[in-house]
């Protein structure tokens, strides 16, 4: 996984067999672009441009899902086709966010490590 950061805009690529790219603009609103090239999906996200740099944004083995943190919030997991939230774990302070198979493991600063299965 490589992050591009600008003012603007946030791009993160990846080596993946589904998602090569995704890219947040300062809204939030995220665009998920396949391995070809095309536009999976566009909606609208609680991600930041200038705090998601830190710790990217992992997306599930299969490609369905993608993971996002965000501090003051909590941790979203969102269905990359439909682009609605499937679930939340709060209150926020996401510093890691770690993907493996069927299951999250997420770091909260002063709170400890929590695995959720996805």
Not at 13 to 37: C, S, W
Not at 70 to 95: H, M, T, Y
Request: one cysteine or more; proline letters at 4%; aromatic letters at 12%.
């Amino acid at each position: 996984m490589t992050i591009e950061h600008g003012s603007n805009k946030l791009t993160i690529h990846f080596d993946h067999p589904v998602i090569k790219t995704l890219a947040y603009d300062r809204e939030g609103m995220l665009t998920v672009i396949n391995q070809d090239g095309g536009i999976v999906n566009t909606f609208t996200t609680p991600a930041s441009v200038a705090f998601n740099r830190q710790y990217g944004t992992p997306i599930s083995p299969d490609g369905r899902y993608v993971f996002i943190g965000v501090w003051e919030k909590g941790l979203f997991c969102f269905s990359i086709s439909e682009g609605r939230l499937v679930w939340k774990q709060g209150p926020g302070k996401v510093r890691k966010i770690l993907v493996f198979d069927t299951v999250v493991i997420v770091e909260m600063c002063d709170r400890g490590i929590y695995r959720r299965n996805i």
